[in-house]
């Protein structure tokens, strides 16, 4: 099988939460429900490929050679998961991916595997589409790489109101498509990003023309982007808890280059108070020691 490397520093915290909160919730709410679910629309392998560069000798240290590591992804912690998940659905594009998720779900022989191959959204819809919820409850994991989670795939979960989506949003992939300067902002990027958050107003958010003046009058007019990946962040997370009955404050996670690059959602769907209760105090208990200030730039919470 093909390694699959993917992530960065934050991927390890990132898996940490998901295997945190998945443990937790099926912990808690096994004697409540007679199926609990776990749904990965962008499953990956099963397996995290780190790469360990090779270190030249130093003064103090031999030379070490370039290593390959093999950690879980977020499909093996799942199946790992205590007390287990009574059905677990993998969902990825790549043949590849779901070849090496069969072979992963072949070696759990008595669990409810199910291996989906195609589009995350489409895949989500067939899903969402067969299923009736009562007596049922589920985790979803949407980790893609880029934007490719489309809003009306957010609609179809929320009105389950029986699943909690954690949801890694790129913010380097908006801060990408929402060129500095809108000249350069082409339908295609417009699209991909009213697809992702359902709404054409991030374009009047995010943009401002500016009319520099002198004594004479106006000299110089302006139109650029203003916000920045904090304002983005806010303005998502204003989108999702327009559709969500709550959601948590998102952690913010950042490459290795330091730059703010995902923002990690926890969002839930199920209105009811009680619901809303445990998911928030399961995920608060998760999130909270990891939100420091420089994880955080968005108000009110
Ligand atoms: C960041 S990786 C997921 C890693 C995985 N959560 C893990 O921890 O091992 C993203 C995965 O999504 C798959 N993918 C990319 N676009 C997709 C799409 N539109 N629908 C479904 N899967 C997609 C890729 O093949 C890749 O396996």
């Known amino acids: ?16 939460l998901i295997e945190d909160y998945l443990t937790a919730f099926s912990t808690a709410l096994r004697p409540y429900f007679s199926e609990l679910w776990y749904i990965d629309a962008f499953a990956g392998t099963g397996v995290r490929t780190v790469k ?29 998961v205590k007390p287990p998940f009574d059905r677990v659905v993998f969902m990825d594009k790549k043949k590849a991916h779901c070849k090496a998720l069969e072979a992963l779900a072949s070696s759990y022989p008595n669990r409810r595997i199910d291996v989906v191959k195609g589009d995350a959204n489409d895949a989500i819809r067939a899903e969402l589409a ?34 909690d989506v954690w949801y890694l949003v790129s913010l380097a992939g908006l801060f990408r498509q929402a060129s500095h300067d809108p000249a350069n902002l082409t339908p295609k990027k417009k699209a991909a990003i009213t697809r992702m958050l359902g709404t054409p107003e991030w374009e009047d958010a995010w943009y401002a023309r500016e009319t520099k003046t002198d004594l004479l009058g106006p000299v110089d007019e302006t139109h650029q982007r203003i916000a920045d990946v904090a304002a983005m962040e806010t303005f998502v997370e204003g989108r999702l808890k327009s559709l969500f009955p709550k959601v948590l404050p998102p952690l913010r996670l950042r490459s290795d280059k330091n730059v703010p690059s995902f923002s990690l959602f926890l969002a839930i769907s199920n209105p009811e108070p009680k619901a809303i209760g445990l998911a928030t105090k399961i995920g608060n208990h998760i999130l909270k020691p990891k939100l420091s200030p420089a994880s955080r730039h968005t108000s009110g919470r």
Do not use: C, N
């Open 1 to 16: 099988m093909d390694d699959h490397e993917f992530g960065g520093v934050s991927t390890d915290l990132k898996l940490k």
């Open 130 to 163: 067969e299923r009736r919820w009562a007596g049922k409850r589920a985790v979803m994991f949407l980790d893609p790489y880029g934007m490719a989670v489309d809003w009306s795939t957010l609609q179809l979960i929320r009105d389950t109101e029986a699943i």
């Open 52 to 80: 360990h560069k090779a270190q030249p000798e130093t003064l103090f240290m031999p030379a070490i050679e370039e290593r390959m590591e093999r950690l879980r992804g977020s499909a093996r912690i799942a199946l790992d």
